[in-house]
């Protein structure tokens, strides 16, 4: 337990609905802060969190902070907020963040974590290091998807929109989806060399999470050839995953993809889309900023006792090799194998 003059950090041990309703009293909270997100870490992924309130002397709440371990003997040790996902770090006061910043960086040094990792939308107090090796995409979303097609985008993103419409593409929506979002997700990755999350952690955050997150499933003759899921939060929603099948790039189901949950975000009151985090030059942030959008750094805090600068990412140079062969194995393998070391990759 970590005590200032104004504040003590204790575990939050209540339920989901309470940990939830503090969310509202917080500017700045995302859907990576939510309390189902607590058993999908334990239940589905085998994580241990630590959800983390700052309590000021008449025990009222001014922050929270939701923490989760990963560790791996292969990949590292990492407390996180929150892995697998681009935000979550502590809300509140500016007194009830820099104490639950601390408190996190006393836990990640009794823990003797790798590396411990807040991954914030804005900077937080203190003097931790901040990694800018990520950030996000963001378009203004007008009243009306017609003011949006007309208005906002360009003749060419129009032109490739309407292709996989001409071509009888369809885009479906519902929580029934999972698996034929998880087709198209898994051989995605599979063929980017990454291995796959679990399709249990997707059924999961469908089952945990089904107010707030949207599928969306872009069908050819029946069959799933693009698809993605996402948060609808606070006016925002971000398509946190997305994938698209390779043989069917010259038709481009993913913007019918990312168009038709534009579409879907503006009739659910949504006013900012968001593409999710890249990396900085990245082939995937160049096909965001094609949209009408703007960058948004992610100001990651940062603490490490060995220097540790990043938790792993496939897309690097030591694993390049690993990443090349992973794309030429066969489903069945890639499907079995990647979602044991995906747990590890937060």
């Known amino acids: 337990m970590v005590e200032d003059r ?28 939510l309390a189902g997100w607590r058993d ?4 589905d992924l085998g994580h241990e969190p630590f959800y983390r309130v700052a309590r000021d002397r008449a025990g009222e709440v001014g922050g929270v902070l939701p923490l989760v371990r990963v560790r791996s003997r292969i990949f590292g040790d990492y407390l ?4 697998f996902l681009s935000y979550g770090g502590p809300l509140g006061s500016t007194g009830a963040q820099e104490v639950l910043v601390e408190s996190a960086v006393e836990m990640a040094r009794r823990l003797g974590v790798d590396l ?20 996000t995409v963001l378009m203004d979303l007008p009243p009306s998807s017609e003011e949006l097609w007309e208005n906002g985008l360009r003749a060419k993103v129009r032109s490739q929109i309407r292709r996989p419409m ?47 997150l949207v599928f969306c ?3 050819h003759q029946g069959r799933p050839v693009a698809a993605g899921c996402g948060f609808l939060w606070n006016g925002e929603f971000e398509i946190t995953w997305a994938g698209a099948l390779r043989e069917f790039s010259r038709e481009a189901p993913n913007m019918l993809l990312y168009w038709a949950l534009m579409e879907e975000s503006i009739r659910r009151g949504a006013n900012t889309f968001n593409f999710g ?8 942030h160049r096909f965001k900023r094609q949209w009408p959008s703007r960058d948004e750094r992610l100001p990651w805090a940062q603490w490490s006792p060995s220097g ?17 062969v992973w794309s030429r194995l066969p489903m069945g393998i890639t499907n079995r194998l990647g979602p044991l070391l995906s747990r590890s990759l937060p």
């Open 308 to 324: 540790t600068a990043a938790t792993p990412n496939p897309d690097s140079a030591k694993f390049r090799l690993a990443t090349a």
């Open 217 to 219: 499933v872009v069908e």
């Open 80 to 83: 996180l907020s929150m892995p």
């Open 40 to 43: 999908v870490m334990t239940d």
């Open 6 to 33: 104004m504040f003590t950090v204790e575990d939050f041990e209540g339920p989901d609905g309470e940990w939830d309703r503090l969310l509202s009293l917080f500017e700045g909270s995302t859907f990576c802060h």
């Open 116 to 135: 411990l990792e807040l991954r914030a939308r804005t900077p937080l107090p203190g003097n931790l290091d901040v990694s800018d090796r990520k950030l």
């Open 277 to 284: 985090r890249c990396s900085p030059d990245s082939g995937t």
């Open 166 to 212: 001409k071509g009888g593409m369809e885009a479906r929506f519902g929580h029934d989806l999972v698996y034929p979002f998880y087709e198209v997700f898994s051989r995605t990755m599979r063929d980017l060399g990454t291995p796959v999350l679990p399709r249990s952690f997707f059924e999961a955050i469908a089952g945990r999470m089904a107010r707030h």
